[in-house]
């Protein structure tokens, strides 16, 4: 049974604060953007949290913001939401010491981009990944060791160019599961596997997937607007083509989520209409590299910006004119669709809300137990939803293991 208390949640934040490092009300308040006094509020009943607020509490607890809303423990069985245990050890070497025949180049292409494939477009595609992706690493490392000293260049190139796809799709995978430390160890891979292979569209893939590692970290947005920039201007003297349009406009995008990370609205804004827009236009809808650049995530980063900003008033005016279901990527689909959600939420508009939460569930329920901005507005709902939707809220969360 679970330590968890039946406490009101302003005890239970107080609980966890002292359970957890015994941690002062001033540090934590500062942590989270609020004031000492503000806090004591909180934990003494006499205000309640947001949802925000209730999201960036559990963060610094290190605990699920159901931990801090259940009246009794869960005994419910939990949704497993780790980097699977075979991955990571296929990527530390541990058991990759493969013997027998090398799997032939053109082989590891089809593995590799059926497993993108499937990552972009599953229901389950964290659950689906996993049971490609250990023995497909496996594969690959050793196909880069046996090709190391090959008298045949075009298939040490070939082989070189899969692991760079391969390390690309391991780098977003590891960054959802919490493995950030993983996540930043493929990215480099992927680097190192495009210099040698003098692909520099691959390059530039890498050095993207490098950014929004460094976007997931607190305090990383300037980094990742730096490798941007420099990536982006190391493919400016390549002959004009629809994929180095599309890497550069990728990267303009990674410069633009930096911008808006720092709070810098206009230098978001002015990159976006300036820089990121007129590449959209000139590829139009395209995967390069997996991507998904064009004008569409162009739309959809614009819609980012204003939510980050606040301004729920612009950002649903700018999703009323975009159709998101048109791009290749579920990802991409569920991120569009829970900024909407979040657009509703500073509204307070709680059956839109609701709705859009239920689209997520349909998207990827996968994805979505991995949301903390999700649980925070299923938490949200909880809180203050109407007798008419509750039973639908109180559903929604359990089937999610949010409560």
Not at 247 to 272: F, N
Not at 320 to 332: G, I, N, Y
Request: charged share 30%.
């Amino acid at each position: 049974m679970s330590e968890s208390p039946k406490l009101p949640i302003g005890a239970r934040i107080r609980y966890y604060r002292r359970k957890h490092g015994n941690r002062s009300q001033a540090a934590i308040a500062g942590l989270c953007g609020i004031t000492e006094r503000y806090l004591s509020l909180i934990e003494t009943g006499k205000r309640t949290p947001s949802s925000e607020l209730l999201r960036r509490l559990a963060a610094e607890l290190s605990v699920p913001v159901a931990a801090l809303l259940a009246e009794e423990p869960s005994t419910k069985e939990a949704f497993s939401l780790a980097t699977a245990p075979d991955i990571a050890r296929a990527l530390m070497g541990c058991g990759s010491d493969r013997v027998g025949p090398v799997v032939a180049p053109v082989e590891l292409r089809e593995r590799v981009e059926d497993a993108w494939r499937t990552w972009q477009t599953s229901e389950e595609r964290f659950t689906d990944v996993e049971r490609l992706l250990p023995a497909l690493v496996v594969d690959v490392e050793h196909a880069v060791r046996a090709f190391r000293t090959s008298e045949d260049p075009l298939a040490r190139r070939e082989v070189l160019r899969v692991a760079a796809d391969l390390y690309g799709l391991l780098r977003s995978y590891c960054r959802r599961t919490g493995r950030l430390d993983l996540s930043l160890m493929v990215a480099d891979r992927a680097r190192r596997a495009a210099e040698d292979a003098d692909d520099p569209i691959r390059l530039a893939a890498a050095y993207w997937n490098l950014g929004h590692c460094l976007l997931s970290q607190d305090g990383g947005a300037q980094e990742a607007s730096e490798v941007g920039r420099q990536a982006a201007e190391q493919l400016r003297d390549l002959p004009d083509s629809s994929e180095k349009l599309a890497m550069q406009g990728a990267l303009e995008l990674v410069q633009v989520v930096a911008a808006a990370q720092r709070k810098d609205w206009w230098e978001a804004r002015k990159r976006l209409v300036e820089q990121a827009t007129p590449l959209g236009e000139r590829v139009g809808e395209s995967n390069t590299r997996w991507t998904v650049f064009g004008p569409t995530n162009v739309h959809l980063h614009a819609l980012s910006i204003e939510m980050l900003a606040g301004d729920s008033a612009e950002g649903l005016r700018l999703a009323d004119e975009v159709d998101v279901f048109r791009l290749p990527s579920r990802e991409r689909q569920f991120t569009f669709t829970l900024e909407l959600a979040r657009c509703y939420d500073l509204r307070r508009d709680d059956a839109a809300v609701l709705v859009h939460l239920l689209d997520l569930e349909r998207i990827s329920p996968e994805d979505m137990v991995r949301s903390s901005l999700a649980a925070a507005m299923v938490a949200g709902l909880l809180q203050r939803v109407r007798p008419t939707y509750r039973s639908q809220v109180v559903g929604l969360a359990e089937r999610l293991r949010f409560a």
